[in-house]
């Protein structure tokens, strides 16, 4: 098999369209949560905490100078990081939990009822009662 075919053998899984179709969701609904992080959720956050704009929060770890620009370490952007992060996770587990919670549905039917027994299996069983009884009574 020719790698060409090989490849598109690979890519035309079902598991792979849909890990593909996942990532694009999952990108675009990042973008989503950082949108509400950075311009809904963390403007009243710093207003209450007299002000604050958090993507300004920074420590100056070298000024600017006339040859080189300025070193500076931006936390408030890491603390909108991290809020992201927490919100995406959250979201991720409420999935999980809900595609758990149906397949834990799924599981919840009653097992099938075990097959009849064989002609066989029958004959063996009224053989060994048979001598049984036999036995029990001489």
């Not at 992201?84 to 097992?111: C, Q, R």
Request: aromatic share 8%.
């Amino acid at each position: 098999m020719g790698m060409v075919a090989e490849f598109k053998a690979f890519a035309m899984r079902g598991n792979v369209v849909d890990m593909a179709v996942g990532i694009v969701i999952g990108g675009a609904f990042g973008k989503i949560v950082s949108s509400f992080v950075a311009d809904v959720l963390m403007p009243p956050i710093g207003l209450l905490l007299g002000n604050v704009d958090f993507s300004d929060l920074v420590v100056t770890l070298q000024a600017a100078t006339l040859e080189s620009a300025g070193v500076f370490l931006s936390y408030g952007k890491f603390i909108q990081s991290l809020v992201d992060f927490t919100i995406i996770a959250f979201a991720i587990f409420l999935v999980v939990k809900a595609m758990n919670s149906l397949k834990g549905k799924e599981e919840e039917a009653p097992p099938a009822a075990p097959p009849a027994p064989s002609n066989q299996e029958v004959l063996l069983a009224e053989i060994r009662d048979a001598l049984r009884a036999r036995e029990l009574a001489g």
